[in-house]
């Protein structure tokens, strides 16, 4: 069974740093792209950054480039998010996500990041 | 940057009803299209991918339809337990998640 466990969230004053995790088990991690995403309150969902499986191609949204960096420990099986700059518009519930082809088709359940002084 | 455009936000559908929600994409994207629910509290689930490819084990009232700019997910014969979120997401050019669609039971 397929699963991936997000933590390292909490709350962070802005302009701070945090860093998240997602553990993944049921597969293959090191064969498979992953994801964060992420959803603020009361909005939609937003794609955040993307790494694929050998840490050779790396993609950031508009809105977090050049503060945030995904990174991966194929033997550790963890998908990382580092955050840096952080803002309130950064709150959110962040999600990881597994690869497959285009879209994503194992999530987490979701680590919660707020920003706030 | 391609934009997403899904209707509508809320539904509300009786139980045995048939139901669409639309993702309207800013060009094409070539049935580069995925649908999911999301249930409170749960992570979301990959219902519909490449447009209209149902997922392993997706019930088959689940179906979807669509290319060029536009999408539709239909639901043939609401369930209780298809209340939830529904959102699109475009793998075409980058990533773009639909705003998503509250589902409820009348």
């Known amino acids: 069974e397929v699963q991936l466990v997000e933590s390292g969230g909490g709350v962070v004053q802005p302009g701070g740093s945090l860093k998240l995790s997602c553990l993944a088990s049921g597969f293959s991690f090191s064969n498979y792209g992953m994801n964060w995403i992420r959803r603020a309150p009361g909005k939609g969902l937003e794609w955040v950054a993307s790494i694929s499986s050998s840490s050779t191609y790396i993609y950031y949204g508009d809105t977090v480039k050049g503060r945030f960096t995904i990174s991966r420990d194929n033997g550790k099986n963890t998908l990382y998010l580092q955050m840096t700059s952080l803002k309130s518009e950064d709150t959110a519930l962040y999600y990881c996500?597994?690869?497959?082809?285009?879209?994503?088709?194992?999530w987490g359940q979701g680590v919660m990041v707020s920003v706030s002084s | 940057d391609i934009q997403m455009t899904q209707s509508p936000a809320f539904l509300s559908a009786s139980l045995g009803e048939t139901v669409s929600i639309e993702c309207l994409a800013s060009e094409d994207i070539y049935s580069y299209l995925a649908w999911y629910q999301q249930k409170p509290g749960k992570s979301p689930q990959l219902l519909i991918y490449a447009a209209n490819r149902l997922q392993d084990g997706v019930p088959s009232r689940f179906s979807g339809s669509g290319s060029g700019t536009q999408y539709l997910l239909k639901i043939s014969g609401m369930q209780p337990e298809d209340e939830g979120d529904y959102f699109c997401l475009q793998g075409s050019k980058w990533l773009t998640l639909g705003s998503g669609t509250k589902l409820e039971i009348k």
């Open positions: 996500a597994k690869t497959l082809s285009y879209y994503f088709d194992y």
